[in-house]
Structures are given as structure tokens and as C-alpha cells.
């Protein structure tokens, strides 16, 4: 028995069908997606914050951190962020000096300078650029709450005393 519309016919219209319904053609899970990225963290991942949110768990993780050659102050790392609906990998880098302690956040949009005052007050506006930065220069302190490391601070030589504050800068297009 024949069909009524023939083969390169039938491969046309699904073609046209894709071009007119993207999301019908093909289409990719975004949980599967999701959930083969999050079988893949990579293997150096330091989890820094592991909380609930809507729809599951938000995780913030730091991996590859590096040590610059030319400034023993400077480290470089990418910070993995994941949330039921989504995972972000940021480049970052932070400044280890006592009279300067800085964290610097990239994301598509902006470029955050964010003043560290190691040892200080921790609220929840700052607890995860203390968590990051803490990670960054004392590898050995990944992970600990900050708000226990004012002595800790105080005999590295940080004043405790660094006022917080924050530089928002727009992303130069390539």
C-alpha cells in the first residue's frame, strides 16, 4: 500500500515544523541537562554554601583555585553555582593582602569589586564574599563560618576593622 505523502516530503515538513516550533523538534530536557552537569562537578569542587531553595538545593562551590606567580597576594579560582533551574560558572579572583582585601565577581553582566573585612561583622548580605575569600587564601579554612575567625584574622594581620563596600562595573563587550 502506498502513503499518501512520500519520504523527502515528510522530512520537509518536520523540517519546516522545527523552523516554525523549535521547542517541538527534538527537544533536550533541561532537568537532564541539569541533572548530567551536576553528575559532572568537577573533581576539585570545595563546597562553600549547601542550602535549600525553592525547588530543591542551592549550591556555591569553588574549584581551581590557582596561585599568581607574580603576586603571592592574587589568587584566581571559578566558582560553580547551582540552583534547581540553573548552573553558573563564574571566573573570579580575590586579594589576600591585609591592606586590601578584596573579592572580584564576574558575571555576565557586571564586574562586583567587593571590600573583605576579614574577621568582621558577617550578615547575610556578606557571608558568602567571606566564605569565597576565606576558600581563596586559607584553602585550610574552606568552608568554616566566618563568624568565627576574628582571631584567626586578627593574627594574620588583619585589622577586623576594614570598612565593607562595593564597586558595580558594566562588562565591556568583546
Not at 519520504?7 to 533536550?28: N, Q, Y
Not at 563546597?47 to 535549600?52: C, H
Not at 566566618?146 to 588583619?158: D, I, M, V
Request: glycine share 6%.
Amino acid at each position: 500500500m502506498r502513503s499518501w505523502i512520500s519520504w523527502p516530503l515528510a522530512g520537509a515538513l518536520v523540517i519546516a515544523s522545527s523552523l516554525l516550533r523549535p521547542d517541538l523538534a527534538w527537544s533536550i530536557d533541561r532537568k537532564d541537562v541539569l541533572e548530567q552537569m551536576k553528575k559532572s562537578r568537577p573533581q576539585d569542587l570545595v563546597v562553600l554554601i549547601e542550602e535549600p531553595d525553592a525547588g530543591g538545593n542551592r549550591l556555591i562551590g569553588m574549584y581551581g583555585l590557582k596561585k599568581e606567580a607574580g603576586d603571592p597576594t592574587l589568587r584566581r579560582f571559578s566558582i560553580w553555582e547551582e540552583s534547581p533551574a540553573d548552573i553558573n560558572i563564574y571566573q573570579e579572583t580575590v586579594y589576600c593582602s591585609p591592606s586590601d582585601p578584596v573579592r572580584v565577581k564576574r558575571t555576565e553582566t557586571a564586574v562586583f569589586v567587593r571590600t573583605i573585612n576579614p574577621g568582621g561583622p558577617i550578615i547575610e548580605g556578606n557571608r558568602e564574599d567571606h566564605l569565597v575569600w576565606w576558600a581563596a587564601c586559607f584553602p585550610e579554612l574552606a568552608g568554616t563560618d566566618p563568624s568565627t575567625l576574628k582571631e584567626k584574622a586578627l593574627s594574620l594581620g588583619y585589622s577586623t576593622l576594614v570598612p565593607e563596600r562595593q564597586e558595580k562595573l558594566p562588562v565591556v563587550p568583546r
